[in-house]
């Protein structure tokens, strides 16, 4: 079987033009299932039935994964058996009539605009280092791009002429993010002057680089990103979505409309998006019991 989910992981990645970080995903959730189904000594693909993948659920339930986690595993090992019987190493899909587990939807961390400000005055830009982090952050409050979005940015995507970045987001779709001038002149003095003494020696078409002059990792974002919040004294849970969750909030607590914040971040689905009305009906219901005389 390991040799099925190899050749599956490769049509996601070459065919279906899945993420690098999607294809890790389903890799993770079928190496454990290949596992699950080693131990209970289950060495044929047409040995699986129903029962054996709720077994395998309920094993991963047991050791405290979330609703969110199962039904990614769930949806990983139904695109598989669906890829094994269409391509013909299976005669059936044991998933085909499989209820995904319910998720409870949770509403993301957001910071207000107060907590931004104090976030986005907080690098030191008397550094290099400190100006393309402002930049990097400004970036992501400025346009509710995704960390890996940030990350795999080249030099040629942006363009302060017409002020606009161009991204590739899931599946190699690539949208355009409008910036305003602070964006544009944060970004032009980086590209002139920043980037370059941080580029060094190097050859790269990277946006973002490290201090050795080589392409930022995500992991080495991350680690930016946690000093800097710390430093500002940042008490909630802050990572690269908690901007863009308050980049999308923001936007629709001042009367964006849910089809424009859509499209800039990248949902191809537009229930994806609602849950930041959610947070603003909250927020509407919190200023409404300030303000009504008789709330």
């Known amino acids: 079987m390991q040799r099925i989910v190899d050749e599956f992981l490769h049509f996601i990645k070459i065919e279906k033009g899945l993420s690098e970080n999607t294809v890790a995903s389903y890799r993770r959730d079928l190496t454990q299932y290949l596992t699950f189904l080693s131990n209970e000594k289950i060495g044929s693909i047409d040995n699986i039935d129903r029962f054996t993948i709720t077994l ?20 990983s090992i139904r695109g598989f058996h669906q890829f094994a019987l269409r391509e013909r190493y299976a005669v059936k899909d044991p998933t085909i009539i499989m209820e995904a587990p319910k998720v409870q939807q949770t509403l993301p961390d957001t910071l207000t605009i107060d907590e931004v400000d104090k976030l986005l005055s907080t690098p030191d830009t008397s550094k290099v280092t400190g100006q393309r982090d402002l930049v990097m952050l400004e970036l992501l409050y400025a346009t509710g791009m ?57 050859m790269t078409d990277a946006l973002f680089l490290n201090f050795h002059g080589k392409p930022l990792t995500r992991q080495g974002f991350w680690k930016i990103l946690k ?6 004294g940042i008490t909630k849970k802050l990572t690269p979505h908690t901007l863009r969750h308050s980049f999308a909030t923001h936007l629709i607590e001042n009367g964006a409309d849910l ?12 229930s994806t998006t609602q849950i930041y009305t959610h947070i603003s009906k909250n927020k509407i219901r919190e200023v409404y019991q300030k303000s009504h005389p008789r709330a």
């Open 56 to 75: 395998f659920l309920g094993h991963l339930k047991d050791e405290g994964k979330s609703p969110k986690t199962l039904r990614r595993a769930q949806a």
């Open 146 to 202: 995704r960390v890996s979005e940030l990350i795999q940015l080249q030099v040629s995507q942006v363009n302060t002429t017409m002020g606009f970045v161009s991204v590739i987001g899931k599946g190699n779709k690539e949208r355009i993010i409008p910036i305003g001038n602070r964006m544009i002149k944060l970004l032009d003095g980086y590209l002139r002057q920043t980037r370059y003494l941080m580029l060094k020696k190097e």
């Open 227 to 232: 000093q800097i919040g710390m430093d500002a």
């Open 259 to 270: 089809r424009a914040v859509q499209e800039m971040l990248g949902h191809a689905d537009i």
